[in-house]
């Protein structure tokens, strides 16, 4: 047992008076849940969800070669990015295992926000600061300058309008802007991790609570209601978005992960674990490793992490994540198994649950794509 106590977040009197269900996560006591999971999950697909998220690590890299020091770092083209965009990208170690999944926000000239999954953000930070020796630019651990409020769902524009004269209509998918939401400073971001259309907004801690319950008002007409850590991985399952530590790790490379497209070996410069992903992209062209596909029961038993995926008696892949999804009524998964039974449709794959070979069908990714 850890002696190190939790972390806490601006909101979490907040939390505790709504009847939040709380739970250690990564260090952090976090919202689980208010009340059902379901009701939230449905919530978000349907009207808003609000989420406190002030548990992920932001990273500051500022100065003349911040661009270049994160072009280094990372395995994307940060240099690429434009003034007010931002990019999903990874940080790898040298072998090319991945030490997390990052958003990269370009906030000026010579000014980025890294923000990593609250899990990894210590290490992400180590990395970047050992990384950045020899460029000219700063590395600031900024985790305790920023709470971060998401507020998701296909409500959620008219919900944000109503409380800032930000130019949200022009604010792009993966965009970023500086504005001001019922009177608190922010930066207004286009991004999220449920499938839907939504915001992240960054904040100064103090202003978090006010924030909050000023975004809670003017939801209440259309629906919107507080959502907890659960419904959020049911969200991200749906959309197939991968959580690290399930569908991704130090000993997958981005290639093995069918995240290959974030690694850009065509910018300037080396990067670190350039040599050992060139090499990964090969094997990946030739013979691809284990595939990540979705699985949707054909019964109602629920896979979990770690179960083995089974076909004609052999174990052919293990399960990274699964939960009954809402949305299509039925349990799903997503699972790395072999390129052999990775085509959706293929005939005879199940999951072992507790000894008993469960069918399962094999789909393509995501299982939830919301009407745009």
């Not at 170690?93 to 953000?121: C, F, H, K, P, Q």
């Amino acid at each position: 047992m850890s002696s190190t106590p939790l972390r806490h977040t601006a909101l979490d009197a907040l939390h505790r008076s709504l009847g939040a269900t709380m739970t250690d996560f990564a260090g952090w006591d976090m919202p689980l849940r208010y009340g059902s999971e379901r009701d939230e999950h449905n919530a978000v697909r349907t009207r808003a969800g609000l989420f406190d998220l002030s548990h992920m690590g932001e990273i500051t890299v500022t100065g003349p070669e911040a661009a270049r020091l994160l072009n280094y770092a990372l395995v994307g083209n940060i240099a690429s990015v434009g003034a007010g965009r931002a990019r999903y990208t990874m940080i790898c170690r040298a072998d090319g295992g991945i030490l997390d999944d990052l958003i990269v926000y370009r906030l000026g000239e010579t000014e980025y926000m890294v923000v990593a999954n609250a899990s990894n953000a210590q290490v992400v930070l180590d990395a970047l600061v050992e990384r950045s020796a020899g460029f000219d630019a700063e590395v600031r651990d900024d985790r305790d300058a920023y709470a971060l409020i998401a507020v998701q769902g296909p409500e959620s524009p008219g919900i944000l309008k109503s409380l800032t004269d930000a130019d949200l209509d022009g604010l792009k998918y993966y965009a970023g802007l500086p504005g001001t939401v019922a009177g608190v400073p922010a930066l207004i971001a286009r991004t999220g991790y449920t499938g839907e259309d939504g915001f992240e907004l960054f904040v100064k801690p103090e202003h978090a609570v006010e924030l909050w319950q000023a975004l809670t008002k003017a939801g209440e007409g259309v629906g919107l209601v507080p959502c907890g850590l659960s419904c959020r991985d049911t969200l991200r399952l749906e959309a197939g978005m991968p959580l690290y530590g399930h569908e991704l790790s130090t000993s997958l490379t981005p290639f093995d992960a069918g995240l290959g497209r974030v690694v850009k070996f065509d910018k300037d410069g080396d990067f670190v674990g350039r040599t050992a992903l060139e090499a990964a992209a090969e094997r990946a062209a030739s013979q691809p490793p284990r595939v990540l596909v979705g699985l949707v029961a054909e019964g109602r038993r629920v896979p979990r992490a770690g179960y083995a995926v089974v076909a004609g008696g052999e174990v052919i892949g293990e399960v990274t994540s699964g939960a009954p999804s809402p949305t299509l009524g039925k349990p799903i998964a997503m699972a790395y198994v072999d390129a052999a039974h990775a085509a959706p449709g293929t005939p005879g794959v199940g999951v072992d649950i507790r000894g008993s070979h469960e069918p399962y069908e094999v789909v393509a990714l995501p299982f939830y794509k919301r009407q745009k």
